[in-house]
Antibody
Framework: EVQLVESGGGLVQPGGSLRLSCAASGFTFSSYEMNWVRQAPGKGLEWVSYISSSGSTIYYADSVKGRFTISRDNAKNSLYLQMNSLRAEDTAVYYC??????????????WGQGTLVTVSS | DIQMTQSPSSLSASVGDRVTITCRASQSISSYLNWYQQKPGKAPKLLIYAASSLQSGVPSRFSGSGSGTDFTLTISSLQPEDFATYYCQQSYSTRTTFGQGTRLEIK
């Protein structure tokens, strides 16, 4: 069964740091591009970051660029999101999602269950 | 960034109704459009990819159409388990964006 399990969320003070992990199983992790998507409480979905299968290509949303770092360890079947200089507006459930595609069209499937990050003093 | 606008933002309907949700892109995105369903406290689930392709395991009452800037998600006969929030997503740009969501509620 294809599965993504996030961990590492919690309560952190403004200006603090947190590292999220996403453990993948049931598929060849090293063959897939991956993404982080977040959802603030009661709000919609916001794409955060993308990493290619090898890790050589990375993109960020403007809202997190310079503060967040995406990475992966294909030997450990794991995806990471290092979050620094956290702000109250970063409070959200963070999902990792596998990217699939055909003929240049991409979609996210599956998604992990999410991990909640709360930035508050 | 490409802006995605869904309408309506919320919708009340009854079991058995036919429902259509619209998604409009701020520029042409060809068929680079996906639809997701999200239930409270759960992760989004892929329904439709590439505008009209039904994800494996998704009931055939769900269908998608459109290209360019205007897209629709149609549920032919609402079932109790379909009451949820639906999001469109464009994957034309490397910086993917989502619509604001359409909350489908029981009338």
């Amino acid at each position: 069964e294809v599965q993504l399990v996030e961990s590492g969320g919690g309560l952190v003070q403004p200006g603090g740091s947190l590292r999220l992990s996403c453990a993948a199983s049931g598929f060849t992790f090293s063959s897939y591009e991956m993404n982080w998507v977040r959802q603030a409480p009661g709000k919609g979905l916001e794409w955060v970051s993308y990493i290619s299968s090898s890790g050589s290509t990375i993109y960020y949303a403007d809202s997190v660029k310079g503060r967040f770092t995406i990475s992966r360890d294909n030997a450990k079947n794991s995806l990471y999101l290092q979050m620094n200089s956290l702000r109250a507006e970063d409070t959200a459930v963070y999902y990792c999602a596998r990217q699939r595609g055909s003929l240049g069209i991409n979609w996210f499937d599956p998604w992990g269950q999410g991990t909640l990050v709360t930035v508050s003093s | 960034d490409i802006q995605m606008t869904q309408s309506p933002s919320s919708l009340s309907a009854s079991v058995g109704d036919r429902v259509t949700i619209t998604c409009r892109a701020s520029q042409s995105i060809s068929s680079y459009l996906n639809w997701y369903q999200q239930k409270p406290g759960k992760a989004p689930k892929l329904l439709i990819y590439a505008a009209s392709s039904l994800q494996s395991g998704v009931p055939s009452r769900f269908s998608g159409s459109g290209s360019g800037t205007d897209f629709t998600l149609t549920i032919s006969s609402l079932q109790p388990e379909d009451f949820a929030t639906y999001y469109c997503q464009q994957s034309y740009s490397t910086r993917t964006t989502f619509g604001q969501g359409t909350r489908l509620e029981i009338k």
